[in-house]
């Protein structure tokens, strides 16, 4: 919108010692939700703490408190589950990992697939699906076209690290350059496992120390392929899996109500600017 046609806005304004009144009563009311709003934040960020808490605990001690643990031999990990054995990534894949294709997306037309780019992958891990929705055509895809349960980590940018599971219920889809596609090996590494790992504490202190070592955050296929990762057998892994899968479940309904209720008090804050600044509502 041209800053000329903001001239052209209608106003409407009250006196000025009304104006201050209004603004005096805003500030107090929207200060007393803005406080709730801050409150209930809080609770959802001790939820997400807890939820990384959960899952860092499993996946370096196991379920069971009985079995003995042990020195991983690696610094930052510390001590793990008897029955865990500290594997690099590159030896529980199927095959080494994979850039995306440097292409453009488009809309989408005859003999396509779905383009996934970092920017369609959610914080948590979901896939956007919406009008930015791009494209690729099946000849540009060759190469490209990812399997039911492959993992994608992002090299770089803000959401460097983030990580996504596919799944074919998402249909046919290609994956884009600034991804990395790690196609695990499942008679050694589930990869719900992998996702699991790559959301606890773990997995964010082995971000931060090769940010350290780097100049821009950026993590390539080499330091993918070589992170370390404590791994029990496949069993137990399906076990944890489970485990994991309905408690985070229970942690997320959770957090949704919190969230839900954070976006009616902002609908609530925002009405009610638009009570006192049209004088629908009347300063008591």
């Not at 030896?91 to 369609?120: C, H, W």
């Not at 074919?168 to 695990?184: H, N, P, R, V, W």
């Not at 350290?212 to 330091?223: D, F, M, P, R, V």
Request: hydrophobic share 40%; net charge negative; with cysteine.
């Amino acid at each position: 919108l041209p800053a000329i046609n903001f001239k052209k806005i209608d106003v409407p304004v009250p006196p000025v010692l009304e104006q201050q009144r209004i603004v005096s009563a805003i500030d107090e009311k929207v200060g007393k939700v803005d406080a709730l709003i801050a409150n209930v934040q809080a609770q959802i960020e001790k939820l997400k703490d807890y939820k990384q808490s959960v899952i860092t605990e499993v996946v370096t001690k196991g379920l069971d408190p009985a079995v003995p643990m042990k020195d991983s031999g690696i610094e930052w990990i510390g001590k793990i589950a008897e029955t865990h054995t500290i594997f690099r990534l590159k030896y529980l894949l199927d095959s080494p990992m994979q850039y995306g294709a440097n292409e453009s997306g488009d809309k989408f037309i005859e003999d396509s697939v779905r383009y996934i780019r970092i920017t369609d992958i959610t914080a948590d891990g979901k896939l956007k699906n919406d009008e930015n929705n791009q494209y690729l055509p099946l000849d540009a895809a060759d190469g490209y076209i990812l399997k039911d349960k492959d993992v994608l980590f992002a090299r770089s940018g803000g959401t460097v690290g983030k990580s996504f599971l596919y799944q074919e219920d998402y249909g046919t889809s290609a994956f884009a350059g600034y991804l990395i596609k790690a196609e695990c090996d499942k008679s050694a590494l589930l990869p719900e496992y992998l996702i699991y790992y790559s959301q606890s504490s773990l997995y964010e202190l082995w971000k931060n120390m090769i940010f350290i070592q780097a100049t821009i955050q950026n993590i390539g296929a080499n330091k993918y392929s070589n992170m370390e990762i404590p791994v029990p057998s496949i069993d137990e892994q399906a076990t944890i899996v489970e485990y994991l899968e309905g408690k985070c479940a229970q942690i997320d309904r959770l957090i949704a109500i919190k969230q839900a209720k954070i976006e009616k008090m902002e609908q609530y804050k925002r009405s009610l600017i638009y009570e006192y600044v049209t004088g629908k509502r009347e300063i008591s």
